[in-house]
């Protein structure tokens, strides 16, 4: 039970509070009247722990139109960032989870990823597509600084040559330089790097335990001086809050070397609706009507339309706005130049785990 003050927000998490799964048999709601807790107690910040996951697979499908890829990989199941906006949080629920502050405190590690992602390569008539590593939750998340499952899979990927895009909203990625490079000057890597406001105080409270904004942008710059490609992807944009800086996000994703850009409009499927309101209800009360009507007015009167075609930009006047404004400032920076194709014509199935090279 989380006996929080109902919408009152945590300090270093992005979700406010802890609902009940969609599969659960009973629901659980909060309740506080304050009279038996020590004030003490509501400043306890909740911990992250890490356990292992146990899947047997490792790349997943992607059959949607909506997103250039095939196939993905996540090396983790939740993601501590804690980006309350995260369309990924209502998958926790199949792990019996909370989509709220379970999702950013109780993560899963795929300590065998590499292994797995070894034996798939190398499994007959397996033709190899751009990867997307990290497509639900972010490979470079703080628990990466320590299990390295992200170096793992570059390792893996860098050994077959398999083109791979990454995305992240963290400056760790540059650790990963010695992989990374090599792997561009083939043409086998684009790094994407989410940047969601330039305002460091509307990060904190959006992207909590993400990398600031001026360090994302120090990244891009990095993995631009080392040759290696980089989108930079103003998403999601959410009316009313960050929507305003989309064209200085893409200017300073410019200014810094990015060559591609793109946009997601905010999307609330399941659980992420409820989480959302309470999160406008702690942090910005007054501007909460406006920002959910904004939304539904993109979405034929709904919070969520999941409808391909729709669903990643929206319908209607404010979102034909937004997707205008971007296509105006992609041209005028010159951030359409770029193809996003990787070569895929290097392949070769990586050897047995523990192989040897030979010379």
Request: hydrophobic residues 40%; glycine residues 8%; positive net charge.
């Amino acid at each position: 039970m989380d006996e929080r003050r109902p919408e009152q927000a945590i300090k270093g998490r992005g979700a406010v509070g802890n609902p009940t799964g969609r599969f659960e048999a009973y629901e659980r709601e909060a309740t506080w009247d304050g009279w038996w807790l020590d004030p003490e107690e509501l400043e306890e910040r909740p911990a992250t722990s890490v356990l292992p996951d146990a899947s047997r697979s490792i790349l997943a499908r992607n059959d949607s139109p909506d997103v250039p890829f095939e196939r993905s990989i996540n090396p983790y199941r939740g993601c501590e960032h804690g980006c309350v906006y995260c369309f990924a949080r209502p998958s926790h629920a199949y792990l019996g989870l909370s989509p709220g502050l379970d999702f950013e405190t109780r993560l899963f590690a795929k300590h065998q990823a590499p292994q797995l992602l070894r034996e798939a390569l190398r499994k007959r008539g397996y033709k190899p597509s751009t990867l997307a590593l990290g497509a639900n939750t972010d490979p470079y998340q703080p628990v990466e600084r320590k299990l390295e499952i992200t170096r793992g899979l570059l390792q893996v990927l860098a050994e077959a040559n398999h083109p791979v895009s990454i995305i992240t909203k963290s400056a760790l990625v540059l650790r990963d330089l010695d992989i990374l490079a090599p792997m561009a000057r083939e043409g086998l890597v684009r790094v994407c790097l989410s940047i969601t406001t330039l305002d460091g105080t509307l990060a904190r409270i959006l992207e909590p335990r993400a990398a600031q904004p001026k360090r994302r942008l120090e990244a891009l710059r990095r993995l631009t001086e080392a040759g290696v490609p980089v989108a930079v992807l103003a998403a999601p944009m959410i009316p009313a809050i960050n929507d305003m800086e989309m064209e200085a996000i893409l200017e300073a994703g410019a200014e810094a070397g990015a060559d591609r850009a793109s946009w997601i409009l905010l999307r609330l499927p399941r659980e992420l609706g409820p989480l959302f309101k309470q999160w406008l209800e702690a942090h910005f009360p007054q501007r909460k009507a406006k920002v959910l009507n904004l939304l539904r007015d993109t979405r034929g009167g709904a919070l969520y339309d999941a409808r391909f075609g729709s669903r990643m930009r929206g319908e209607g006047p404010y979102a034909f706005l937004l997707a205008r404004r971007f296509s105006l400032a992609l041209r005028r920076l010159g951030l359409d130049k770029r193809s996003w194709d990787l070569d895929i014509s290097r392949f070769k199935a990586p050897g047995p785990e523990g192989q040897m090279t030979l010379f």
